[in-house]
């Protein structure tokens, strides 16, 4: 149940006993009842205008489950922070091969895979570029980058 249909149950509470207030009071005829009807009416209304903090003293409002819902979210959200970087930091690096490559005439295709601290790790370049060009491209890669020729992949 969201906090929106929570509202609005409450609110049809608070409508159903003034409706229901309003008709005791018109259908009662004796001033001594009147009075009787009207004090059994306020108790009604304070009771549905409480109602909302008996929820206070149960589980439903703990602390406890606060800071467990907000520690669940604040976990998601560190992820999604983690992937959009290393989504972002793979981009960057090979949006750089490919910048690279295009300055040494050549076209390319290129992926970058990230180690766990988001540092480039290994690079598959696709090109068909010749000798001296791939030679120029790896050197560049491994200088810049950090990947060592070990772990750039040719195709």
Do not use: H
Not at 37 to 52: E, K
Not at 130 to 144: H, N
């Amino acid at each position: 149940m969201t906090m929106l249909d929570a509202l609005r149950g409450w609110i049809f509470k608070l409508i159903g006993a003034s409706v229901l207030s309003a008709i005791a009071l018109s259908v009662t005829l004796s001033p001594k009842m009147k009075r009787v009807v009207a004090l059994c009416c306020s108790f009604l209304a304070a009771a549905v205008l409480l109602s909302p903090l008996s929820g206070l003293a149960g589980s439903s409002f703990s602390l406890d489950a606060f800071r467990e819902q907000g520690s669940y979210r604040a976990g998601v959200l560190e992820q999604k922070n983690e992937e959009l970087n290393r989504a972002i930091i793979e981009e960057q690096c090979r949006a750089y091969i490919l910048s690279k490559a295009a300055e040494l005439g050549a076209e390319a295709e290129a992926s970058v895979a990230l180690k766990e601290d988001l540092t480039p790790y290994s690079c598959r370049v696709i090109s068909d570029c010749g000798g001296a060009v791939r030679f120029v491209l790896s050197e560049t890669i491994e200088r810049d980058l950090g990947i060592p020729l070990s772990r750039q992949y040719w195709g």
